[in-house]
């Protein structure tokens, strides 16, 4: 199974400002997901990210809003763009591979975004 | 992809068997079940995947009635730490997506 890591654990920013989150996976994985988690809500996955690629965001999440970058097979980032307080959420990446199941994924941590 | 439909909450003492049931009426032919466990302050983790019928693990039991429309996580003899958000996912048509449902808030008294 794969290791997650994210960083920051959390953060509070200023509204008009940006945040990037960084995922750091043990392995090298071809698929890797974002997901928004807001207060006391189910998980909503925001994009996918894959190696080589351009992200793939859902439906009402826009590259200008939520960039992303995938610059190898153990690393990406998500940067939150002009913050506003609705931006509050739990902010989690994942990814595919390594499971003994089919399409499970394995979660980081998150990150607790705070915005003022 | 399959909407599914779970109890917003549970409650239920140590040492009891629980028994989470979803409905997903929808679910196409090459749809999996698969369950995720999420502790607070912590991302989503895996329990226990089916097709049909029942599936046992170390963790927990699947069970998955013929028509496949509906499924019951089994937990047996739960603990204080089994206290979490359960979800019942219901994907493989649509490739890696994964959609959470609402879920189900376990709690566990003691």
């Known amino acids: 199974s794969a290791v997650i890591s994210q960083k920051p654990s959390r953060d509070i920013c200023q509204r008009g400002t940006s945040l990037t989150i960084q995922c750091q996976v043990d392995?090298?994985?071809?698929?890797m997901f974002w997901y928004r988690q807001q207060p006391g809500q189910s998980l909503t996955l925001i994009a996918t990210?894959?190696?080589?690629?351009?992200?793939?965001?859902e439906s009402g999440f826009v590259i200008d809003k939520f960039p992303i970058s995938r610059p190898n097979l153990t690393f990406s980032t998500l940067t939150v763009s002009n913050l506003s307080p609705e931006d509050s959420s739990i902010y989690l990446c994942?990814?595919?591979?390594?499971?003994?199941?089919?399409?499970?994924?394995?979660f980081g941590p998150g990150t607790r975004l705070t915005v003022l | 992809l399959a909407k599914t439909t779970q109890p917003i909450s549970m409650d239920s003492y140590e040492g009891q068997e629980v028994n989470i049931t979803c409905s997903h009426n929808?679910?196409?032919?090459?749809?999996?079940i698969t369950w995720y466990q999420q502790f607070p302050s912590q991302g989503p983790r895996f329990i226990i995947q089916?097709?049909?019928t029942k599936v046992t693990n170390e963790v927990a039991s699947l069970f998955i009635p013929a028509d496949r429309k509906s499924s019951t996580l089994s937990l047996p003899r739960v603990s204080l730490s089994d206290t979490a958000v359960y979800y019942c996912?219901?994907?493989?048509?649509?490739?890696?997506?994964?959609?959470f449902g609402a879920g189900t808030i376990l709690r566990v008294k003691s």
């Open positions: 994942s990814v595919e591979g390594g499971g003994r199941a089919y399409n499970e994924q394995f």
């Open positions: 392995s090298q994985v071809t698929m």
């Open positions: 990210a894959n190696q080589g690629s351009e992200a793939t965001y």
């Open positions: 929808n679910i196409a032919t090459n749809d999996y």
């Open positions: 089916g097709y049909k």
């Open positions: 996912l219901v994907g493989g048509e649509y490739g890696n997506k994964l959609v």
